[in-house]
């Protein structure tokens, strides 16, 4: 499973330049863990950082003027950091695999002549075989939608008249597309065809409980999507294909919920699907309409981490939200023993201002963000706070640290 080792912001919003882990212009840096949660006070820039993630996403999924356009962001000018008037841009570093040499994919968006956001920049390099040292050679490389690729599974191992033959001048008709988008579905570039799938492969949770409350078309689903409204889908699915995986996630949300004893999905005569709790406390059962948004959520996230084919990259935004305290600490464990780094394990991305779930986790794994006196925000990596690293050695909990102010920049 591909792996995330480091992620770059500038311009955005709040997130004027921040970096998370490794790039390959700063190798310094530690790579990011399998399963990463950043914190921070209200405002410090949390919900930027994931929607930061989020866009990029959107911006293959849909367009880059669609992306900015969402409600939620109100276009590109409000998405800008105020004060530059340079380019919004992202740097994403990963390995498709363990052992694999990293690539960078680099993405600069700004206005055109006309206001418009378009794809000013758009670049995808990797270390030739044996090269340990030096620049990157870059794949695909896109001015405002013109510029070169390199064919071939080899292209990037080309040296001399080789490399001449490899390449292909490129001109892209829309600027508004991401060219990984186009250039990803042909044959002849898998390279970029496995980065586009990776990139469309993430998970960002927008999960809320009324969505799974919602009752839909009877019809197994492989996978959840982000609102949680076919949750009952995913149920039927698993009941049929993975019985004893389904069995084992009813076990554990046993242990952490008391009481229930039994999740199904019933198809009702008019071809809908309703998820049935079984409560050992009541003869009869109840339905998800009836069910705390907690017992939703903890069973919508344990459900999403035991997708048998899981997504590659999972970001939820504060997961604690409507959770009882106790109840956190055992999330947080479950999320990081999916998130192992291993063959078909997704990444996880959290952020949460839950000192409750932040008791579960090592220095290395959690990131403070920050608002400064400009107003744009800074992040650090906890385990580089060398006070904060000997007292959790000493066996005390990072959030008992974390509310008790030893994590604050002063």
């Given at each position: 499973?591909?792996?995330?080792?480091?992620?770059r912001?500038?311009?955005?919003?709040?997130?004027r330049?921040v970096?998370?882990g490794?790039?390959?212009?700063q190798q310094?840096?530690?790579?990011?863990?399998?399963?990463?949660?950043?914190?921070g006070?209200?405002?410090?820039g949390?919900?930027?950082?994931?929607?930061?993630?989020?866009?990029?996403?959107?911006?293959?999924?849909?367009?880059?003027?669609?992306?900015?356009?969402d409600?939620?962001r109100?276009?590109f000018?409000?998405?800008?950091?105020?004060g530059?008037s340079?380019?919004i841009?992202?740097?994403?570093?990963?390995r498709?695999?363990?052992?694999?040499?990293?690539?960078?994919?680099?993405?600069?968006?700004?206005?055109?002549?006309?206001?418009r956001p378009f794809?000013?920049s758009?670049?995808?390099?990797?270390?030739?075989?044996?090269?340990k040292?030096?620049?990157?050679?870059?794949?695909l490389r896109?001015?405002?939608?013109?510029?070169?690729?390199?064919?071939?599974?080899?292209?990037?191992?080309?040296?001399?008249?080789?490399e001449?033959s490899?390449?292909?001048?490129?001109?892209?008709?829309?600027?508004?597309?991401?060219g990984?988008?186009?250039?990803?579905?042909?044959k002849?570039?898998?390279?970029?065809?496995?980065?586009?799938?990776?990139l469309?492969?993430?998970?960002l949770?927008?999960?809320?409980?009324?969505?799974?409350?919602?009752i839909p078309?009877?019809?197994a689903?492989?996978?959840?999507?982000i609102?949680?409204?076919?949750?009952g889908n995913?149920?039927?699915?698993?009941e049929?294909?993975?019985?004893?995986r389904?069995k084992?996630?009813l076990?554990?949300?046993?242990?952490?919920?008391?009481?229930?004893?039994?999740?199904?999905?019933i198809v009702?005569?008019?071809?809908?699907?309703?998820l049935?709790?079984?409560d050992?406390?009541f003869?009869?059962?109840?339905y998800?309409?009836q069910?705390?948004?907690?017992?939703?959520?903890?069973?919508?996230?344990?459900?999403?981490?035991?997708?048998?084919?899981?997504?590659?990259?999972i970001c939820?935004?504060?997961?604690?939200?409507?959770?009882?305290?106790?109840l956190?600490?055992?999330?947080?464990?479950?999320?990081?023993?999916h998130?192992?780094?291993?063959?078909n394990?997704?990444q996880?991305?959290?952020?949460t201002?839950?000192?409750?779930?932040?008791?579960?986790?090592?220095p290395?794994?959690?990131w403070i963000l920050?608002?400064?006196?400009?107003g744009f925000?800074?992040?650090?990596?906890?385990?580089?706070?060398a006070?904060?690293?000997?007292?959790?050695?000493e066996?005390?909990p990072?959030?008992?640290?974390?509310?008790?102010?030893?994590?604050d920049?002063?």
């Amino acid at each position: 499973m591909a792996l995330i080792e480091g992620f770059r912001v500038r311009n955005y919003r709040a997130l004027r330049d921040v970096t998370l882990g490794k790039l390959s212009t700063q190798q310094q840096g530690e790579p990011l863990t399998p399963f990463t949660v950043v914190i921070g006070k209200n405002g410090a820039g949390k919900s930027t950082l994931f929607d930061a993630f989020g866009f990029v996403a959107d911006c293959l999924s849909t367009d880059v003027e669609t992306a900015c356009d969402d409600k939620q962001r109100g276009g590109f000018e409000r998405m800008r950091s105020l004060g530059t008037s340079e380019p919004i841009q992202f740097e994403i570093y990963y390995r498709e695999a363990k052992g694999e040499r990293p690539i960078t994919y680099e993405l600069a968006i700004n206005l055109d002549g006309s206001g418009r956001p378009f794809v000013q920049s758009e670049v995808l390099k990797q270390r030739r075989k044996l090269q340990k040292f030096g620049r990157p050679f870059p794949f695909l490389r896109l001015d405002h939608g013109k510029g070169k690729v390199w064919a071939g599974e080899e292209a990037v191992e080309a040296v001399d008249s080789e490399e001449d033959s490899a390449q292909e001048e490129v001109e892209l008709t829309d600027l508004r597309q991401l060219g990984i988008a186009t250039l990803g579905t042909l044959k002849e570039h898998p390279r970029i065809k496995r980065f586009r799938d990776f990139l469309k492969g993430w998970y960002l949770s927008y999960f809320h409980p009324d969505a799974a409350r919602s009752i839909p078309s009877a019809g197994a689903q492989r996978h959840l999507n982000i609102h949680g409204d076919n949750i009952g889908n995913v149920v039927q699915y698993m009941e049929r294909e993975h019985k004893e995986r389904f069995k084992s996630i009813l076990e554990r949300i046993a242990r952490k919920i008391p009481g229930i004893q039994g999740i199904r999905a019933i198809v009702t005569e008019d071809k809908r699907v309703l998820l049935q709790f079984n409560d050992g406390a009541f003869s009869d059962p109840f339905y998800a309409g009836q069910m705390s948004d907690g017992t939703l959520k903890i069973f919508a996230y344990l459900l999403l981490m035991e997708d048998p084919e899981p997504p590659p990259f999972i970001c939820i935004e504060e997961p604690e939200n409507g959770l009882y305290h106790g109840l956190l600490d055992s999330l947080a464990r479950e999320l990081r023993s999916h998130a192992t780094g291993k063959k078909n394990a997704p990444q996880v991305f959290v952020t949460t201002h839950q000192p409750h779930f932040v008791d579960a986790l090592s220095p290395r794994e959690v990131w403070i963000l920050e608002k400064g006196a400009d107003g744009f925000s800074t992040i650090r990596r906890v385990s580089d706070l060398a006070l904060v690293q000997s007292l959790v050695n000493e066996g005390l909990p990072l959030g008992g640290l974390w509310y008790s102010d030893y994590l604050d920049a002063s």
